[in-house]
Structure formats: C-alpha cells, structure tokens
C-alpha cells in the first residue's frame, strides 16, 4: 500500500513545478502569459462547437432533402458560422505558436541568466567539485528551454481538458459509457510513457560525465589554444576515436529506450483504435436502429475521434511534462545548491597599518587525505616582501589563495590589518589585493581592457590603463602594435592578434598593478615567460614598485628570490625554512643547497 501511494505521488510529481515553470513564464512576461491563457482557452472550446454546428448542418440537410423546397437560408448560414469556428481555431493556435516563440526566446535568456548570476555566487571549491559541475554542466544544457517546454505542456493539457470536458458534455448525450471508454483507453498509455520518461531522464542523469567528457573533447579538438599540440603530437584521431566511442556507447543506450518506447506505445495505442472503432460499430448501429439522427452520428463520431486524439495528446503531454519536471528538479537542484554566504562586514581591520598574518593556518583540498598546507605561521608588514620557494605541489599557489579568500583554513586564520580573512568585506579585501596567478586568463579582449580587468571600476580608463602598462613593463611592446590599447588580443575575434608568451606576461603584471588602492601585490611566477632584460627591469624597480605595500613572491628564481626581505621554504605543505637570503644561505639549509646549485649552473 504504502509503495503504492508511493507510485501515485510519484506520478502526481508531474505538476510539482508546473505551478513554478508557470511562475517563471509569468514574471518572464505578463502579456504574453495572458495571450497563452486566452488562446489556450478559445483553441481548447472552439472544437466542440465546431463539432456541435457540424450536427445540425447534417441534420438541417437531411430535412431539407426531405422536405424538397430548396435550400433555406439558415443552412448557409450554419456552413458560414463553421467556418468561422475553424478560422477562429486556426487564429488562436497561431497567438498560440507566437506567443510560444516569443516566450522560448525570453525565457531561454531569463533562465541561462540565473543559472550564470548563480554561478557568481560559487566558491572556487565549488567548481572543483566535478558533481556540483556536473549539476551545472546539465542545468546549462537542457534546462533553458524546458521551463517553457513545461508550460507549454500543462497548456497544452488545459486546452485538451477543456476540449474534452466539451466532447464529454456532447458525448454523455449517446451514453455515458462512451465517456467512460474515451479515457480509459488511453491510460495504458499514460503509464507507458511515465515509465520511460522517467527512464530517459535517469539515463540523461546517470550519463552526465560522459557528456562532460564529450564536450571536453570537442574543446580539445576544435579550439586554437589547442590545436598547436593536437597537430604536432597527432593526437586528433585518437581523441576523434574517444569522442565516437562516447557517442556509441550513448547511442546504443537511446536506441534501446526508444525501441522500447516506441514498441510499446504501439501496442497501447493499438487499445484505443480497437476501442474507437468498437465505439464506431456501436454508433452506426445506433444510428441504423433509429435512434439518433445523421447529423447526431456525424457529430459523435467526430467528437470521439478527436476526444481520442485529445486524451492521446493529454497523456503525452502528461508524459513529457513529468520528463520537463525531471529536468527542472536538476536546475533547481543547482539553483538551491546553498552556498555560503559571506558575513563580514569589515572595510577595515582592527589594526590598520598590521598587515598580513598567518596564524597555525591549515588547509585540506575538499576529498583530499593530506594537508596541502599545514602549520603555516607568518607576519609580512607593509612595505616587505615575502618570497615562497618550494618544490612543485608543495603548496605555494594553494597558500594565495587562501590568502586571497578563495579557500577558507580549516585550522588556525588569516589575518589582515588584525581582522580575520572571514570578518572583512569580500568587496573591501578584495580591492586591497592585485594578483597575477601563474595561469592567469588571457581575454580575447583588446589590450587596454585586458589590463583594465584588473580592477573592474577603472575598467575604461585608459590613463589607468598606461600608468599599469608602464609599472608592468608592457607600454613599450603595446606602442608597437597598430592600434595599441585598443587592438583586440587573441584568435577568437576579428582582427585578433596573438601575443608571446612573455607579452601576455607583461600584460598580466600591468593588470596586477591597475589596482591602484592594492596594498597587496601577489606575483605568482610573474616573470617565468619573460627574457632575462625584462625580468632583470621588473626586478630593478621591485622596491619602488611595491613600495608602502606588502609582495607576495613565487619563483623558481633565486635571482629573484633573493631580492625578498624574507623567504619561506615550504615542503609538502610546511614551512621548513624561514629569513632572509643571507640567513638561510648561511643556515646551509636546503635553500642554500638549491641556491648554490642554481648558481653554479650559471658559472
Ligand atoms: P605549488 O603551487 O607549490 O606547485 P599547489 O599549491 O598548487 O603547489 O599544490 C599543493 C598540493 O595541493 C599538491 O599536492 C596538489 O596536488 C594539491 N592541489 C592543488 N590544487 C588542487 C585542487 N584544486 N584540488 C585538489 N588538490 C589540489
């Protein structure tokens, strides 16, 4: 019993977002959602009455042809007044159809819209988690048409329920019994196609990494950024054989369910053309025996026959609609997905002027058994600098970005100015860091707003623009190109032009230093592309350049390294050695190994 109920609830879930969907149609446009209301209610009345003037033209025929005296007036009127309910059937499906690609077009923005303003509200963390992707991969691919597609449905199946609450008023006047035939033989049917929506959405669910696979490779294998290895390396038919590999294995998996479908919705819809055409037997012998009139039989026939094909499309709506509600569960799903909201509050620490603390912080990437960072304690004051060295993994890049808010510790705090990481602001932390990640974004943009990227309330300002430029050493290479801030960088676009890697460097390091009002510089690997005069310039100016501001320094170098008033050796997430150049090489420690091995490769 219970399981029972269980099924029932299940296929009553097929409204559970319909009100929702509905909603989303009407804050999307209300004229609109009026329209489809209105057509919906005239296409869904007009059949019955057209059905209804269809008797009494073949009844007020049949008397005419008996009573021999020419043809009255009233008929032609009739036939005129059929056509009319037809035109009128055909205006409103097409305010239907219009009303429809207006709303698709609306509404498909309206929902791609949240799902993206949802996506600013994520953590990092967030992303990195390959389920929570999947969610959004699936909510981005299907969902924004289904929100229309479900009201469309539960339109559509007012429209045939109104319909067929008419056929029923005309029909019950030959016998209820014939109603009763009219529904039930449509409900095989509506469980079949239940069943199989809810099996093609499983399988869509079930399949999502596969997609996410499929669409990766397609990256791969049709992107510029990618297309350099893929030749050289002649790894395109490879991935090519991997991508229609997943498409097979996908494929074999529709066509089964379709077969399946299709079969059985053959079968079940072989029942409602039995039943019509026992009902058809019933009518005519009806008919024959006196009963009722032609014009009567003429009209329940046509009122069966396209009850039938309402119920039909009732159920298959019905059908379609628990598919749409599958899917919409999904965006919601990624809708809802709580994310958690910032609290603080600060613009300002409680010690302003204190600068950066570490204190016992520790971090674990999400699903990981081992620390990425563990330990880590350190103070870096205004106007110092902080270099980290550090094997590969050993956790540089992970402690920036806790520095930078985009991961919280788990252990211990990150202070600035004496106020918790947690405490500030985002907007206000955020606008006292400039940063250059190691892999930064390279934005098929022109130039002047790639660098002006770095800080979004100057993005336009191109005296901003050149100042940055100049501290990041891209003025001179950028005066060169025709066009100069405004030429467009990358391939993607029109006129697009490709820079070295040492050029977007350049570019990088100038929108680090847009934000004027940072007072903490983070370079990770800032001059790893550049060539030896560049860096060495870059290097000459540090100390003016992050003068009163406090630098965060990654790098392999140790030319570089050494200019930093302290240095920290991490390994495998610890600190293992802490001071400046000349203690640590004096400590004789790994730096000074590393230090001595790097120099005497330049000997
Ligand atoms: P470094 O910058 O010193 O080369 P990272 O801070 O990038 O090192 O990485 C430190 C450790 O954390 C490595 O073991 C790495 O595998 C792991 N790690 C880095 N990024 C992630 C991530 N997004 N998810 C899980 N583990 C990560």
Redesign the pocket.
């Known amino acids: 019993m219970a399981e029972h109920s269980q099924s029932w609830r299940q296929y009553l879930g097929v409204f559970r977002y319909s009100q929702r969907a509905i909603g989303l149609v009407w804050q999307t446009s209300k004229p609109l959602t009026l329209v489809l209301a209105g057509a919906t209610l005239v296409a869904g009345l007009l059949p019955a009455a057209a059905a209804w003037v269809g008797q009494l033209i073949v009844d007020g025929v049949v008397a005419a042809i008996d009573a021999n005296a020419g043809v009255p007036n009233a008929l032609l009127w009739l036939v005129a007044l059929e056509g009319g309910i037809i035109a009128g059937i055909a205006a409103a499906q097409r305010a239907l159809q219009t009303a429809q690609s207006l709303l698709r077009a609306q509404l498909g923005q309206r929902v791609n819209v949240m799902i993206l303003d949802k996506a600013q509200t994520l953590q990092l963390v967030d992303f ?1 988690d390959s389920e929570f992707y999947d969610k959004l991969t699936r909510a981005r691919r299907e969902a924004s048409t289904r929100p229309l597609s479900l009201v469309n449905r539960t339109f559509g199946l007012l429209q045939n329920g109104i319909s067929l609450a008419s056929f029923a008023g005309l029909l019950i006047g030959f016998s209820p019994w014939a109603v009763v035939i009219l529904l039930a033989a449509g409900l095989p049917q509506f469980f079949s196609e239940a069943k199989f929506s809810g099996d093609a959405f499983r399988l869509f669910r079930w399949r999502s990494p596969d997609t996410r696979q499929q669409m990766y490779l397609e990256t791969v294998l049709a992107r510029e950024d990618s297309a350099k290895e893929v030749k050289l390396f002649e790894l395109g038919p490879l991935l090519l054989d991997r991508y229609r590999g997943i498409f097979e294995r996908l494929y074999k998996e529709d066509r089964n369910l379709t077969l399946r479908r299709e079969t059985w919705g053959f079968i079940l819809g072989l029942i409602a053309t039995l039943a019509f055409y026992a009902t058809y037997g019933w009518i005519v012998a009806t008919t024959v025996a006196g009963a009722i009139t032609l014009g009567q039989m003429t009209m329940y026939l046509v009122v069966f026959r396209q009850g039938q094909a309402a119920v039909s499309a009732s159920l298959s709506a019905i059908g379609g609609m628990y598919e749409d509600n599958l899917y919409l569960s999904n965006l919601y799903e990624y809708l809802e997905q709580p994310v958690e909201a910032s609290t603080g509050t600060l613009t300002q620490g409680t010690t302003p002027g204190d600068g950066l603390r570490f204190e016992k912080v520790s971090f674990r ?4 058994e ?1 620390d ?2 563990s330990q880590i304690s350190f103070h870096l004051q205004p106007g110092h600098s902080l270099a ?1 060295v ?12 806790l520095l930078a808010g985009l991961y919280k510790p788990y252990e211990g705090r990150v202070l600035l100015d004496g106020s918790s990481l947690q405490d500030w602001q985002p907007e206000a932390l955020r606008r006292r860091i400039g940063i250059i990640f ?1 892999d930064f974004m390279r934005y098929q943009l022109p130039v002047g707003e790639n660098i002006g990227s770095g800080d979004i309330q100057h993005f336009s300002d191109e005296a901003r623009w050149q100042k940055a430029a100049e501290r990041g050493l891209a003025e001179r290479f950028i005066e060169e190109i025709p066009g100069k801030y405004h030429a467009q960088l990358g391939r993607w676009f029109k006129d697009g032009r490709e820079l070295s890697g040492g050029q977007w460097q350049k570019i990088a390091m100038a929108r680090a230093f847009m934000r004027e009002s940072a007072d903490i510089l983070v370079l ?1 690997e800032p001059t790893a592309a550049m060539d030896a005069a560049a860096e060495a310039e870059i290097f000459a100016h540090f100390s003016e350049l992050t003068k009163d501001r406090m630098a965060i320094l ?1 790098s392999h170098r140790f030319s570089t390294v050494r200019i930093a008033d302290e240095i920290l050796v ?1 390994e495998n ?1 610890r600190i293992t050695e802490q001071g400046s150049h000349a203690d640590l090489v004096a400590a004789g420690g790994k730096y000074a190994t590393l230090f001595e091995l790097q120099a005497a490769g330049y000997q």
Not at 365 to 368: A, E
């Open positions: 990195e990437y999400p699903g990981s081992v990425a960072l980290l550090g094997e590969n993994g050993s956790g540089k890049t992970t402690l920036i970005k190691q990770d990654i991490l997430g």
